[in-house]
C-alpha cells in the first residue's frame, strides 16, 4: 500500500527558504499513473494546495505563490521536495503531501501524507 | 479562478440525522471534478467523494454527492459519532491545480 512522508526542518528562520521532502514508499514515483502534490493548513484554517509535479519533472504552481515555490522529483529516491523562499509567519502551516491517480477518470488527489507541522520564528 | 463558498460555517447536528453540507462555486464547473474530504483534528483530509457522486474506496454509502453547474451537496444520511469533521469540498481540473471551499464544521448538538 503506497505510502507518503513528509520530512524537513520545523522550525525555519523569517526571510530563509523552507525546504520539505516527501518519500514515496509502497510504489514507485517514477508510474506515469500519478501527479503528486503539495497543500498547506494554516493553523486553525482551510486548506490551501501549493503546486504539483510528474515524475517527468513538469510542474504546476498556485499563482499566488509562483514566484517563491520550487517543486523537484528525485526519481532515484523516491522523493519529491518543496521550497519555499522567503518566508513569513504566514508561512507557518502544516504542510501535506498528496498523490492523484491519473488513472481513474476524475480522480482527485487520493493518498495523503501525515503531515509536518513547519513554524515561521526568530 | 474559482471561488468555492460552502455553507453553512458551522453545522450542529445529532447521530441518527441527516446532514446537507452546501459547495458553491463561483462560476460552472464540470461535474467531473468537484470531491469532498473529511478533515479530523490531527489527521491529514481522506478524500470521499469524487467527480461529484462517486465514492472513494472505502467510504462507506452513508456519504453521498450530487450537483451539477455551480451547487454542490455532500449528504450524509445518517449520522454517525464518527462523522463529526471538518468537510472541504474540492474542483480541480484534468491538469493538477486544486482549490479548496473555507470548509463546513460538522459538530455534534
Known amino acids: 500500500q503506497l505510502q507518503l512522508q513528509e520530512s524537513g526542518p520545523g522550525l525555519v528562520k523569517p526571510s530563509e527558504t523552507l525546504s520539505l521532502t516527501c518519500t514515496v514508499s509502497?510504489?514507485?514515483?517514477?508510474?506515469?499513473?500519478?501527479?503528486w502534490g503539495w497543500i498547506r493548513q494554516p493553523p486553525g484554517r482551510g486548506l490551501e494546495w501549493i503546486g504539483s509535479i510528474y515524475y517527468t519533472g513538469s510542474t504546476y504552481y498556485n499563482s499566488s505563490l509562483k514566484s517563491r515555490v520550487t517543486i523537484s522529483v528525485d526519481t532515484s529516491k523516491n522523493q519529491f521536495s518543496l521550497r519555499l523562499s522567503s518566508v513569513t509567519a504566514a508561512d507557518t502551516a502544516v504542510y501535506y503531501c498528496a498523490r492523484r491517480t491519473i488513472a481513474v477518470p476524475g480522480s482527485t488527489l487520493d493518498v495523503w501524507g501525515q503531515g509536518t507541522t513547519v513554524t515561521v520564528s526568530s | 479562478e474559482i471561488v468555492l463558498t460552502q455553507s453553512p460555517g458551522t453545522l450542529s447536528l445529532s447521530p441518527g440525522e441527516r446532514a446537507t453540507l452546501s459547495c458553491r462555486a463561483s462560476q460552472t464547473v464540470s461535474n467531473s471534478y468537484l470531491a469532498w474530504y473529511q478533515q479530523k483534528p490531527g489527521q491529514a483530509p481522506r478524500l470521499l467523494i469524487y467527480g461529484t457522486s462517486r465514492r472513494a474506496t472505502g467510504i462507506p454509502d452513508r456519504f453521498s454527492g450530487s450537483g451539477s453547474g455551480a451547487d454542490f451537496t455532500l449528504t450524509i444520511s445518517r449520522l454517525e459519532p464518527e462523522d463529526f469533521a471538518v468537510y472541504y469540498c474540492?474542483?480541480?481540473?484534468?491538469?493538477?491545480?486544486?482549490?479548496f471551499g473555507q470548509g463546513t464544521k460538522l459538530e455534534i448538538k
Open positions: 509502497g510504489g514507485s514515483i517514477s508510474s506515469s499513473g500519478y501527479y
Open positions: 474540492q474542483h480541480y481540473g484534468s491538469s493538477p491545480r486544486y482549490t
